[in-house]
């Protein structure tokens, strides 16, 4: 099982970026799926964005144009650049692994401690 360390969450004004980094030890990355979902206070957890293969990537409908998802296979570390950020965008952000691509939480079943994201209006 490979373990998942996120940072690079913080307090972000409307419009601002934030870059997300997912370190993971155990296993490599590009072994993997990898995604990225993030759950708001009384809200269920959702997904964000996966990479797997070389380089293909899913993006949910409300982050499609403004997050990018990466990785560095010789950093073993998984990347999500969230740009034009909005208030609706807090929330806790969580890494995860998985065996087959899919944008459900269930198929995921590594996760990192989580990072929290705020953006102010």
């Known amino acids: 099982q490979v373990q998942l360390v996120e940072s690079g969450g913080g307090l972000v004004q409307a419009g601002g970026s934030l870059r997300l980094s997912c370190a993971a030890s155990?296993?490599?990355?590009?072994?993997?799926?990898m995604g990225w979902f993030r759950q708001a206070p009384g809200k269920e957890r959702e997904f964000v964005a996966h990479?797997?293969?070389?380089?293909?990537?899913v993006y949910g409908d409300s982050v499609r144009g403004r997050f990018t998802i990466s990785r560095d296979n010789a950093k073993n570390t998984v990347y999500l650049q969230m740009n034009s950020l909005k208030p609706e965008d807090t929330a806790v952000y969580y890494c995860?692994?998985?065996?087959?691509?899919?944008?459900?939480?269930?198929?995921?079943?590594?996760w990192g401690q989580g990072t929290q994201v705020t953006v102010s209006s």
């Open positions: 155990g296993r490599t990355v590009s072994s993997y799926v």
């Open positions: 990479i797997w293969s070389a380089a293909f990537t």
């Open positions: 995860a692994a998985a065996r087959r691509p899919s944008t459900r939480s269930a198929a995921f079943d590594s």
